[in-house]
């Protein structure tokens, strides 16, 4: 149309932005933005918001707030594609944000809106801003929408509430899709209740006109991992060829997990060696995290081999190398490791903790010395030093992976996150009967694990905390994982 001088208007803008969107050409857009500024379309709302949408598509959060703030005229899509994109976009508590500022600014959420702001509270945990979303819907009637549903229950299920998740699968008035049985079975097996997410498994199928799927087994297959299920989980994924199903990576992978949490290495490497696909840099590091629990240095030298000839410059690969030799006292090999990864520009990724108090979310990192409220945290934290000796506890301190003493090894492990977030909500909550919620972005270390289980039975408080992998719901001194994770 530009070779042969055709008239081009904001539509002809439009559509061609909603194609750049669709194959996520960044590059296009940005002169196609150009073209749209030139010829004096940046006041067509419509317009706008495409493009907004593109850019957040696209994954440039910047330039999609800054068209967002540019907009001379904004309507409720305007609003929706941008807390859409933060929410997508690594930027959850912007989205959230965002979404309370929107009836302040004169709109009415819809159903896109409340999915963006459910989406955003899943990934925060935030589930006092949830219940606040969840009661929205019901008052608007918008809960006949089984998308919106399905979003509830999997919010409530990341905030921690699984009960209050099922509550809404149980009530919910419109009918049920395939998606709404999966999130709920895939959220009994990321608390770690196995027996309930087979039993709603187990329900699919013509009486409730639901058969499962792909997505089913591998929720099924996840919750007896979850569990420590393994001879179940291990028939339901050899059973699914026989029904037609065909297993993906994905299932391989979480059969991998599945044995090689159970210490069954020789199978769970058969498995990924008899695979009719290839395996992915994935399923070798759920291996390798398997070598770790189980000190099996051969094991995991053979597999970081593997990983280092599919061309993974992965932190994890090489911590998790690196925290085997360590348990085994090899400094010298943890030496090695470390100058590999600093030829190799290899950083590891900082662990953090985030926690809501009051609507805000405190974030902390390890050694984390930089929160307002930093001296009542540590002292808080000596206060429960002193109080677990009393329970004949003792800092588990080959989870310190450097050749220092005993004593700095143990001042080390009482820096990590989740203990400075945990001691944060036993200062702040006012509530006791409210569990203290705690969402970390690693897999959470054993001594954590040991000190929190202590802690929810010197304060009778109930904490739940959510790692890279499941939830840990802490409890009278133990934890819903049964020490399995």
Request: glycine fraction near 8%.
């Amino acid at each position: 149309m530009l070779r042969g001088s055709y008239r081009i208007d904001a539509l002809t803008c439009s559509f061609v932005l909603k194609a750049c969107a669709r194959v996520l050409a960044l590059s296009d857009s940005l002169q196609l933005h150009s073209h749209v500024v030139r010829k004096g379309f940046s006041a067509d709302a419509l317009l706008g918001t495409t493009l907004l949408d593109l850019y957040a598509k696209a994954g440039d959060i910047g330039s999609a707030q800054k068209v967002f703030d540019e907009m001379a005229k904004r309507d409720i899509a305007s609003w929706n594609a941008l807390i859409s994109g933060l929410a997508q976009g690594e930027k959850p508590d912007e989205a959230l944000g965002l979404f309370k500022r929107i009836e302040i600014d004169g709109f009415k959420p819809n159903e896109i809106t409340v999915l963006g702001g459910l989406s955003a509270c899943s990934q925060l945990g935030a589930f006092k801003e949830g219940d606040k979303i969840y009661d929205y819907i019901r008052s608007e009637r918008l809960d006949g929408n089984v998308q919106v549903c399905n979003a509830v229950i999997d919010m409530y299920a990341k905030c921690g509430f699984v009960d209050k998740a099922y509550s809404v699968f149980q009530t919910m008035s419109c009918d049920k899709s395939l998606v709404t049985w999966n999130t709920m079975i895939m959220a009994f097996a990321m608390h770690g209740d196995g027996d309930k997410a087979l039993q709603l498994f187990h329900q699919m199928g013509p009486s409730v006109r639901m058969e499962p799927d792909e997505v089913s087994y591998l929720a099924a297959i996840c919750a007896c991992n979850h569990a420590g299920l393994v001879d179940e989980g291990y028939k339901l994924f050899t059973s699914m060829q026989s029904l037609g199903l065909t297993p993906n990576v994905k299932h391989y992978g979480s059969v991998v997990d599945l044995l090689g949490r159970a210490g069954r290495l020789q199978q769970a490497y058969y498995v990924i060696d008899s695979m009719p696909m290839l395996p992915d840099m994935v399923l070798w590091q759920t291996l390798l995290g398997a070598c770790k629990t189980y000190k099996n240095v051969d094991m995991a030298e053979m597999v970081t081999r593997k990983l280092v000839e599919m061309g993974s410059t992965s932190d994890g690969n090489f911590v998790l190398l690196s925290n085997i030799y360590a348990a085994h006292e090899r400094w010298a090999d943890v030496g090695r490791i470390r100058d590999v990864m600093k030829s190799k520009d290899v950083r590891k990724t900082p662990g953090f903790s985030y926690i809501e108090e009051k609507g805000v979310i405190h974030k902390f990192y390890n050694a984390d010395k930089a929160h307002k409220h930093c001296k009542q945290i540590h002292g808080k934290l000596e206060e429960i030093r002193f109080k677990m000796k009393e329970f004949g506890y003792a800092a588990e301190t080959s989870f310190v992976l450097h050749d220092i003493g005993d004593e700095e090894k143990e001042n080390a492990l009482y820096q990590h996150s989740e203990k400075l977030a945990v001691a944060f909500g036993l200062i702040c909550a006012e509530d006791e009967a409210r569990p203290i919620q705690v969402i970390k972005n690693l897999r959470i270390c054993g001594d954590c694990h040991v000190v929190i289980k202590l802690i929810s039975k010197m304060y009778n408080r109930e904490i739940i905390v959510r790692d890279r992998v499941r939830f840990h719901r802490f409890k009278d001194g133990t934890c819903s994982c049964r020490d399995y994770w």
